[in-house]
């Protein structure tokens, strides 16, 4: 069966990685979220893309330096559109409640932490997803990923009955790619679409992987990758899958 991903929600009509843009799923075919998971400096988790809240909501700084008052306090809607003024940066705690109510799957992005006690956060940020993901309804289907196999491998002692996938740039897929994927119990390699052909979708699949690739936003590259045997695609444009 080919899977369509939603990246950060419906990204490309809603701020990305906000309420609205997960609500917007339940106007779509699709069924699947892709979100990022971060952790703030008095251990809270949100859903946060990148290391720095700059670029996504009037305030700015390290997700790692701030607490989870300033957090909340952010606006992370009018960089895109002043419509979106009231949206906030989501807890994981709401998102959970969220892909429950709207009977949403989801692949949960583990990003990797950016700190001077990065370690430390980084086991406090899957222990508490771990409890989160406990609370998810039995028929949500979750799938993990992560371009840091570290990431990966700390979730992985907690919830080993969980589907893993490996991230790949395509700075960062080397010839050793598969060395990643059986170190981290993968069962999924999640790849960059710039530069993929189909000899390499074609070694990956000979292998026995689920080949799921992103982003993905034009329908014909789509079908071209599906036709090559790709498993699912991440796209921006849910709404035209
Ligand atoms: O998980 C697919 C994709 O989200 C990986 O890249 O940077 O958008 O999180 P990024
Ligand atoms: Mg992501």
């Excluded at 809603?14 to 069924?31: G, H, M, Q, W, Y």
């Excluded at 971060?38 to 893309?49: G, Q």
């Amino acid at each position: 069966m080919k899977r369509i991903y939603a990246h950060r929600g419906v990204s490309s009509i809603r701020p990305e990685n906000t309420i609205a843009a997960f609500k917007e799923l339940s106007k779509t075919n699709v069924d699947w979220l892709e979100t990022d998971i971060s952790i703030t400096s008095d251990e809270e988790l949100f859903i946060l893309h990148d290391d720095y809240l700059d670029r996504t909501t009037n305030i700015s700084g390290a997700i790692t330096t701030l607490n989870s008052a300033e957090v909340k306090k952010a606006d992370a809607g009018s960089w895109f559109d002043s419509d979106f003024v009231n949206e906030h940066v989501p807890t994981v705690h709401e998102t959970i409640d969220l892909i429950n109510k709207q009977h949403l799957n989801v692949n949960i992005e583990l990003k990797a932490v950016v700190a001077d006690n990065a370690n430390h956060l980084a086991d406090v940020l899957v222990e508490k997803l771990n409890k989160e993901i406990d609370r998810l309804n039995p028929e949500v289907e979750v799938l993990i990923s992560s371009f840091n196999p570290i990431m990966l491998l700390k979730l992985q002692r907690l919830k080993p009955e969980l589907k893993y996938a490996c991230l790949f740039k395509k700075e960062t897929l080397d010839d050793d790619w598969n060395l990643y994927l059986q170190a981290c119990h993968a069962q999924a390699i999640h790849v960059e679409n710039k530069t993929l052909t189909k000899e390499k979708v074609q070694e990956f699949k000979k292998h026995g992987y689920e080949v799921n690739v992103w982003t993905v936003d034009d329908k014909a590259r789509a079908n071209q990758l599906f036709n090559w045997g790709v498993d699912g695609i991440f796209t921006n444009r849910a709404q035209e899958f």
